[in-house]
């Protein structure tokens, strides 16, 4: 049996369909591990969220921040922009049935035999692996309860930008759902940087989050996506694996059921 994680498909249906084909994936025995941003951006949102929904327990999905906006427009905390590609999912027979499962989705996953865990975008350099999976678990338990569509409606935005233990309320679910889904840079002050959006070679003035990371590099390996602009690879005990599908990059899995996890991708420019 092997585990494979996938980089961000961003509804780029067709192209996870030519990967799998790649790396002969069997829904028998195999695991795929999704390290969020199912939807957007690309062509059939709607095919996506269907074909993982029905892998059922051989998957494993993270949310990322465009799963999150897809389902704050599901609860009418946001308006559908022009650049979303969402109306198909909004509009189909089943999309209560698709958002629920979405919602029900963590924020990230750890699996202790392999010692590997996954995110969307990352965890703070000043969490331990517990204090991780219990900031997740806060937001994940709003998700899932009575106040999530407050949540929604409050979710956006950049502040704080600076996390500690005393945040609460929104601001402590905001800074929490930040880091997991959205980070990339730190600033010398320690703060997040949401605006920063190019590769490290862009902004020398910003330190990338995984260069700060080094208690943990002896502990447990990181798979994350939501970057693409940050070549593919591994960063010492963290692995990039969004290579940009929905941009005519390649998409990227990499098995990480190995000692050495192997990479394998396709072309996604034709």
Same mark, same amino acid.
């Given at each position: 049996?092997?585990?494979?994680?996938?980089?961000?498909?961003?509804?780029?249906?067709?192209?996870?369909? @030519?990967?799998? !084909?790649?790396?002969? *994936?069997?829904?028998?025995s195999?695991?795929?591990?999704?390290?969020?941003?199912?939807?957007?951006?690309?062509? %059939?949102?709607?095919? #996506?969220l269907?074909?993982?929904?029905?892998?059922?327990? /051989?998957a494993?999905?993270?949310?990322?921040?465009? %799963?999150?906006?897809?389902?704050?427009?599901?609860?009418?905390?946001?308006?559908?922009?022009?650049s979303?590609?969402f109306?198909?999912?909004?509009n189909?027979? =089943?999309? %209560?049935?698709?958002?629920?499962?979405?919602q029900?989705?963590?924020?990230?996953? *750890? !699996?202790?035999?392999?010692?590997?865990?996954?995110?969307?975008a990352g965890i703070?350099?000043q969490?331990?692996?517990? +204090?991780?999976?219990?900031?997740?678990?806060?937001?994940?338990?709003?998700?899932?309860?009575?106040?999530? /569509?407050?949540f *929604?409606?409050?979710? &956006?935005g950049? /502040?704080?930008?600076h996390?500690?233990?005393?945040l609460?309320?929104?601001?402590?679910?905001?800074?929490?759902?930040?880091?997991? #889904? @959205?980070?990339?840079f *730190?600033?010398?002050?320690? @703060?997040?940087?949401?605006?920063?959006?190019?590769?490290?070679?862009q902004h020398?003035?910003?330190?990338?989050?995984?260069?700060?990371?080094h208690?943990? !590099?002896?502990q447990?390996?990181?798979?994350?996506?939501?970057?693409?602009?940050?070549?593919?690879?591994? &960063?010492?005990?963290?692995?990039?694996?969004?290579?940009g599908?929905?941009?005519?990059?390649?998409?990227?899995?990499? +098995?990480?059921?190995? /000692?050495?996890? @192997?990479?394998?991708?396709?072309s996604?420019? =034709?």
């Amino acid at each position: 049996m092997a585990v494979y994680a996938i980089g961000d498909v961003q509804g780029c249906y067709d192209n996870l369909c @030519r990967l799998l !084909d790649k790396i002969n *994936f069997d829904d028998a025995s195999d695991s795929l591990w999704f390290c969020g941003d199912l939807v957007n951006r690309g062509p %059939d949102s709607l095919a #996506t969220l269907r074909f993982v929904k029905e892998l059922g327990e /051989q998957a494993v999905t993270v949310l990322g921040n465009h %799963d999150l906006h897809l389902l704050a427009m599901h609860h009418g905390g946001q308006p559908v922009a022009e650049s979303d590609t969402f109306y198909a999912v909004l509009n189909s027979p =089943d999309c %209560d049935e698709l958002l629920a499962w979405l919602q029900s989705r963590p924020l990230l996953h *750890f !699996d202790n035999n392999l010692k590997m865990l996954l995110v969307h975008a990352g965890i703070h350099p000043q969490w331990s692996l517990q +204090q991780a999976q219990h900031y997740a678990a806060e937001i994940e338990q709003t998700l899932n309860g009575p106040d999530s /569509q407050a949540f *929604f409606a409050q979710m &956006y935005g950049d /502040q704080p930008s600076h996390w500690h233990e005393g945040l609460s309320g929104m601001d402590r679910k905001r800074c929490i759902t930040n880091i997991l #889904t @959205r980070m990339r840079f *730190f600033s010398t002050d320690e @703060r997040l940087d949401m605006k920063a959006k190019g590769g490290p070679g862009q902004h020398p003035e910003l330190t990338p989050w995984y260069i700060l990371n080094h208690r943990l !590099d002896d502990q447990f390996r990181i798979v994350f996506g939501h970057w693409s602009t940050l070549a593919v690879g591994s &960063y010492g005990y963290h692995f990039a694996i969004d290579g940009g599908c929905v941009w005519g990059g390649k998409f990227v899995a990499l +098995q990480v059921d190995l /000692q050495e996890p @192997r990479w394998i991708s396709i072309s996604c420019d =034709d």
